[in-house]
């Protein structure tokens, strides 16, 4: 595959985005060489998914969803791994970042696939463990089907200061926020790609509204400190395909 176009990016501007806002749009540019072959990948690995339908534990949010995690596509797909591993990529989010950028060790969360396939599939409100997420879209509804980025930035400053636990029930205060106009909704396209401070970001997939609509993701995880050893909980249940949902 192309390495990572990164000419046509104003790093400055990104830069600044990314340490404001948590959340930074790449240019369609960075990844258009190589999308089409994602896109027949993603395709080919679809029969593989484990669907889910459960209550996350801690954050009690709803997951009804496909995946694919860390483990399957380490065995199943060469070309996601080499895709994963472009020094490009992380010589763009260092860039980005204004610091060194390391891979995940998550088995399981390192890279995943999510579809969401229909109404009421959603991928709900949670953290992510690894600091960083970036995240290509394959396929996307029309805008007025769903499946929107939501997110709030600050959140673990937010509970402090309320007295929230960040990772606990947080049905209540997501609603202050969204009354508050505190929550961001970022509609995609497909090829589009963001980054985001997915620690600090609690985010969610917003539920699909319509028969047919379809939202699927390639999710790139990626950690601020070397060799960070860890294995997320949530992401176990998620991601880990000898788990029951």
């Given at each position: 595959?192309?390495?990572?176009?990164?000419?046509?990016?104003?790093?400055?501007?990104?830069?600044?985005?990314?340490a404001?806002?948590?959340?930074?749009?790449?240019?369609?540019?960075c990844?258009?060489?190589v999308?089409s072959?994602?896109?027949?990948?993603?395709?080919?690995?679809?029969?593989?998914?484990?669907?889910?339908?459960?209550?996350?534990?801690?954050?009690?949010?709803?997951?009804r969803?496909?995946?694919?995690?860390?483990?399957?596509?380490?065995?199943?797909?060469?070309?996601?791994?080499?895709?994963?591993?472009?020094?490009?990529?992380r010589t763009?989010?260092?860039?980005?970042?204004?610091?060194?950028?390391?891979?995940?060790?998550?088995?399981?969360?390192?890279?995943?696939?999510?579809?969401?396939?229909?109404p009421?599939?959603?991928?709900?409100?949670?953290?992510?463990?690894p600091p960083?997420?970036?995240?290509?879209?394959?396929?996307?509804p029309?805008?007025?089907?769903?499946?929107a980025?939501?997110?709030?930035?600050?959140?673990?400053?937010?509970?402090?200061v309320?007295?929230?636990?960040?990772?606990?029930?947080?049905?209540?205060l997501?609603?202050?926020?969204?009354?508050a106009?505190?929550i961001?909704?970022?509609?995609?396209?497909?090829?589009?790609?963001?980054?985001?401070?997915?620690?600090?970001?609690?985010?969610?997939?917003?539920?699909?509204?319509?028969?047919?609509?379809?939202?699927?993701?390639?999710?790139?995880?990626?950690?601020?400190?070397?060799?960070?050893?860890?294995?997320?909980?949530?992401?176990?249940?998620?991601?880990?395909?000898?788990?029951?949902?």
């Open positions: 595959m192309t390495p990572v176009n990164q000419t046509s990016i104003s790093l400055r501007a990104e830069s600044l985005a990314f404001r806002d948590g959340y930074v749009r790449l240019p369609r540019s990844f258009a060489s999308f072959e994602l896109e027949r990948e993603v395709t080919r690995l679809r029969e593989y998914a484990k669907t889910r339908d459960f209550i996350m534990p801690g954050y009690e949010t709803l997951r969803m496909s995946t694919l995690g860390g483990k399957d596509i380490r065995r199943l797909s060469p070309m996601l791994v080499d895709f994963y591993n472009y020094p490009e990529t763009l989010l260092s860039n980005i970042c204004g610091q060194e950028v390391f891979s995940c060790n998550d088995e399981n969360e390192w890279q995943v696939i999510n579809w969401l396939e229909g009421g599939e959603t991928h709900g409100w949670h953290l992510d463990d960083l997420a970036v995240v290509l879209f394959i396929e996307t029309s805008a007025s089907d769903g499946g980025l939501e997110f709030i930035n600050g959140w673990r400053q937010l509970c402090a309320v007295g929230s636990d960040p990772e606990q029930n947080a049905t209540s997501i609603e202050r926020c969204r009354a106009g505190l961001n909704a970022k509609v995609h396209a497909t090829g589009d790609a963001y980054l985001m401070r997915a620690d600090q970001c609690l985010h969610r997939a917003a539920p699909l509204t319509a028969a047919g609509a379809r939202r699927s993701v390639i999710n790139l995880a990626f950690e601020l400190q070397p060799d960070v050893r860890r294995t997320g909980v949530t992401a176990s249940l998620l991601y880990d395909k000898s788990r029951n949902s």
